[in-house]
T-cell receptor, first 117, second 112 residues
Framework: GAVVSQHPSWVICKSGTSVKIECRSL??????MFWYRQFPKQSLMLMAT?????????EQGVEKDKFLINHASLTLSTLTVTSAHPEDSSFYIC?????????????FGQGTRLTVV | TQLLEQSPQFLSIQEGENLTVYCNSS?????LQWYRQEPGEGPVLLVT?????EVKKLKRLTFQFGDARKDSSLHITAAQPGDTGLYLC????????????FGIGTKLQVIP
């Protein structure tokens, strides 16, 4: 199967610091990775789409300078939450689409619980 | 934005009971997916339905895509405690996965 791994699974950071979350496709190459945020009792909200070797496409309302996305290789995308604040506390999930896979298919990581104190 | 409404949002049933979860939209989707998500974990894909009227079975789970490709249902027969989780439907428009829309989810609890 296609495995997507996120690291860390959870992180607690102080307000004002930056946190980097990694999303790796372990056994396949991913041209596209998606970053979502999920608040309690709410559905997954797409934050941005990251394509290998190019700039990420951010959804409306998502600050690109606050949520830095880098997709430097076909197996790794990173999301950096800069100058984190308590309201950034959330569950962040990535998904990855395999090279050559149907346009309907993507596989999710296990998520990263970010708590900003 | 294409909206997906799921119902019910919460469901608590006894082991052995049957249940149906609905996913409705006013928009047409190219395909529709169902995921299950455990607390603190990412969603795991259960099924993708593509053709209007399509029915797919996964053990005790039966998924149906509406004829007009605007809605879907998930039916679980003889629910087990292991079925407990958050069930999410996701609509994939003709533009592809970049524009997938997730429902808010149905939180299912199966009591032994």
């Amino acid at each position: 199967g296609a495995v997507v791994s996120q690291h860390p699974s959870w992180v607690i950071c102080k307000s004002g610091t930056s946190v980097k979350i990694e999303c790796r496709s372990l056994d396949f190459q991913a041209t596209t990775m998606f970053w979502y945020r999920q608040f309690p009792k709410q559905s997954l909200m797409l934050m941005a789409t990251s394509n290998e070797g190019s700039k990420a496409t951010y959804e409306q309302g998502v600050e690109k300078d606050k949520f830095l996305i880098n997709h430097a290789s076909l197996t790794l995308s990173t999301l950096t939450v800069t100058s984190a604040h308590p309201e950034d506390s959330s569950f962040y999930i990535c998904s990855a689409r395999r090279v050559g896979a149907p346009n309907t298919e993507a596989f999710f990581g296990q998520g990263t619980r970010l708590t900003v104190v | 934005t294409q909206l997906l409404e799921q119902s019910p949002q919460f469901l608590s049933i006894q082991e052995g009971e049957n249940l149906t979860v609905y996913c409705n939209s006013s928009s047409v989707f190219s395909s529709l997916q169902w995921y299950r998500q455990e607390p603190g974990e990412g969603p795991v894909l259960l099924v993708t339905v593509v053709t209007g009227g399509e029915v797919k079975k996964l053990k005790r789970l039966t998924f149906q895509f509406g004829d007009a490709r605007k809605d879907s249902s998930l039916h679980i027969t003889a629910a087990q405690p292991g079925d407990t989780g958050l069930y999410l439907c996701a609509g994939v428009p003709s533009g592809g996965y970049q524009k997938v829309t997730f429902g808010i989810g149905t939180k299912l609890q199966v009591i032994p």
